[in-house]
């Protein structure tokens, strides 16, 4: 059973490694990585998982293991709920803790996604209207203003990042299915593409493709910039 990280002890063992790296930016580079295709064993598509993390999140700065260890846990945590096809709990700081640090996190996260998804998948075009769509979303999240001025509205800002994390959760399912869903043929519940045709979908499965079609209705009606 892979092991479960919040943010706050993933934030810990960051810190206590000596690190200067935010755990939404680390988070955000391995979902990236995983939905693109990427595993988290030696191959010549995606290259050694440690040297990987070790470039493009630690500035060629070795791990050890210690470190490492956590981290490979924390992508298989992601993986196995990526391949459960239920929503993607993403993870992110709790209520309590302030608007500003959780608006951060959600920018870390999907600015950290796009070079973690750029390892397999190095061109875009390739890739359905849909799911690039949903990528240029995540560009604008992670250009997201997260300086709060003295006469916003905090109420409407919590009501919104609400929304941000939701569609990262949804984003990470959509791309996962289209680039890395093929790489777990034995998980029949995923969906799976051919000229067209899809198979039969879980109810979980299900669920994920309700909450997309939700996304593309109010986005249609202008509800979602």
Known sequence: MPMKYD????QKVLVD???????????????????????????????????VLEEFVFDDTSIDDGLYHVLQGLGEGILEELLGGESLNVLFPKDSESLELRMQTARDIAYEFMPGLSITQKQLNH?????????????????????????????????DLVYVVEHISVAAQICFEECAAHKYPKNKDFI????????????ERKSAHE???????????????
Request: aromatic share 8%; with cysteine.
């Open 7 to 10: 943010y706050a002890s993933l």
């Open 17 to 51: 490694a000596g690190v200067p790296v935010e755990p939404g930016e680390v988070y955000g580079f391995i979902l990236g990585f995983i939905c693109g295709g990427g595993d988290m064993k030696n191959s010549s598509k995606s290259g050694n998982f440690k040297k």
């Open 127 to 159: 890739l359905s209207k849909d799911l690039n769509e949903i990528i240029h979303d995540l560009v604008d999240i992670s250009r997201m203003e997260t300086e709060i001025a003295e006469n916003e509205d905090r109420s409407s800002l919590e009501d």
């Open 192 to 203: 799976i593409e051919d000229e067209g045709a899809v198979t039969e979908l879980s109810d």
């Open 211 to 225: 909450r997309e079609s939700l996304y593309w209705e109010n986005k249609s009606k202008g509800d979602i910039e």
